[in-house]
């Protein structure tokens, strides 16, 4: 279920709100990135948390109950990679009715992670009325510091690592009663989210300045990457995914493309090309003034996945 616009409440005024009461206990913490980093005794590591719920995330009348349990750990990794961080460990909680398939959900979460590389090392299972899955995600950062949101700075191309509109596509095809065919590249694409973890690694390799995964549609992660950065963009291209629209490219989401920028366009090739990665895609620049976010000269209204 993609798509649609903030209406009823501002996720920037629920941040803020949460943020000034920190701030007032004397906390100096930061809400608002893919996730945080803390330092401990004997290290730094980065921790992100994330949910997905029967008929908002996923339909569980037509999802593989296993892919279900694949997308809530490639959802939680894709916030680690667009942080600069390796995935080490995950805990799961998997809420469901009595007549849900629990077992092959959790079958489905244990073989991601060690598809993924990850240790799963615990969690809980709970009776509830309605199917909800949710993990958190343990990494260390690869580099000397994680890639925030914020760090965007004017004059810094932005990129992707893909093309987007897929994942809305399969959607759509499986809306319209379409068999469940991973083979088809928009239903994988779909059912089958993958977290650049790659990609991640080229990220910090090149040192970009900011970053964030496009799981809500290309147009609101990009104005929250602005917003952190309390800058603008002009984006010139939006990369499309074969048969999708450029409209479900900018707001259909769970893509899972990351969006990044850096003030060297010649050094992220570089990156990409020893990472064995597919070359990015530039698509626009980051300018000063935090007014002005535009596509082509018009500006770019802040639509997506609200959930």
């Given at each position: 279920?993609?798509?649609?616009?903030?209406?009823?409440?501002?996720?920037?005024?629920?941040?803020?709100?949460?943020?000034?009461?920190?701030?007032?206990?004397?906390?100096?913490?930061?809400?608002?990135?893919?996730?945080?980093?803390?330092?401990?005794?004997?290290?730094?590591?980065?921790?992100?948390?994330?949910?997905?719920?029967?008929?908002?995330?996923?339909?569980?009348?037509?999802?593989?109950?296993?892919?279900?349990?694949?997308?809530?750990?490639?959802?939680?990794?894709?916030?680690?990679?667009?942080?600069?961080?390796?995935?080490?460990?995950?805990?799961?909680?998997?809420?469901?009715?009595?007549?849900?398939?629990?077992?092959?959900?959790?079958?489905?979460?244990?073989?991601?992670?060690?598809?993924?590389?990850?240790?799963?090392?615990?969690?809980?299972?709970?009776?509830?009325?309605?199917?909800?899955?949710?993990?958190?995600?343990?990494?260390?950062?690869?580099?000397?510091?994680?890639?925030?949101?914020?760090?965007?700075?004017?004059?810094?191309?932005?990129?992707?690592?893909?093309?987007?509109?897929?994942?809305?596509?399969?959607?759509?095809?499986?809306?319209?009663?379409?068999?469940?065919?991973?083979?088809?590249?928009?239903?994988?694409?779909?059912?089958?989210?993958?977290?650049?973890?790659?990609?991640?690694?080229?990220?910090?390799?090149?040192?970009?300045?900011?970053?964030?995964?496009?799981?809500?549609?290309?147009?609101?992660?990009?104005?929250?990457?602005?917003?952190?950065?309390?800058?603008?963009?002009?984006?010139?291209?939006?990369?499309?995914?074969?048969?999708?629209?450029?409209?479900?490219?900018?707001?259909?989401?769970?893509?899972?493309?990351?969006?990044?920028?850096?003030?060297?366009?010649?050094?992220?090739?570089?990156?990409?090309a020893e990472a064995g990665c597919a070359p990015p895609i530039?698509?626009?620049?980051?300018?000063?003034?935090?007014?002005?976010?535009?596509?082509?000269?018009?500006?770019?209204?802040?639509?997506?996945?609200?959930?």
């Open positions: 279920m993609q798509g649609g616009t903030l209406t009823e409440w501002n996720e920037l005024e629920v941040i803020a709100g949460v943020q000034r009461y920190l701030v007032e206990q004397g906390e100096l913490s930061i809400i608002g990135d893919d996730a945080a980093e803390v330092s401990t005794q004997s290290g730094r590591v980065v921790l992100c948390a994330d949910a997905i719920a029967d008929g908002i995330h996923f339909q569980l009348s037509v999802w593989p109950p296993e892919l279900i349990g694949r997308k809530v750990v490639a959802v939680n990794l894709s916030d680690l990679a667009a942080m600069g961080a390796r995935p080490r460990w995950l805990l799961a909680t998997l809420a469901a009715p009595a007549d849900a398939p629990a077992r092959e959900i959790a079958l489905g979460i244990a073989k991601a992670c060690a598809s993924f590389g990850v240790s799963l090392v615990g969690g809980d299972t709970i009776r509830a009325a309605t199917t909800v899955i949710s993990a958190t995600a343990i990494g260390e950062p690869l580099g000397s510091a994680t890639i925030p949101r914020g760090g965007a700075r004017p004059g810094d191309a932005i990129f992707l690592t893909g093309p987007l509109g897929g994942s809305a596509l399969g959607l759509s095809k499986l809306d319209a009663g379409e068999p469940v065919d991973l083979k088809d590249p928009a239903i994988n694409r779909h059912l089958m989210p993958s977290p650049r973890l790659a990609e991640s690694r080229a990220l910090v390799a090149c040192g970009a300045t900011s970053a964030i995964d496009v799981s809500d549609g290309l147009s609101i992660d990009l104005h929250r990457l602005a917003d952190m950065s309390a800058t603008g963009f002009a984006l010139t291209f939006v990369p499309v995914f074969p048969g999708a629209t450029e409209m479900a490219a900018l707001s259909g989401g769970e893509d899972f493309e990351l969006a990044f920028t850096h003030p060297d366009a010649g050094a992220v090739q570089v990156a990409f530039q698509i626009g620049t980051i300018v000063p003034d935090s007014a002005g976010r535009t596509l082509r000269g018009v500006p770019l209204d802040r639509t997506g996945y609200i959930h």
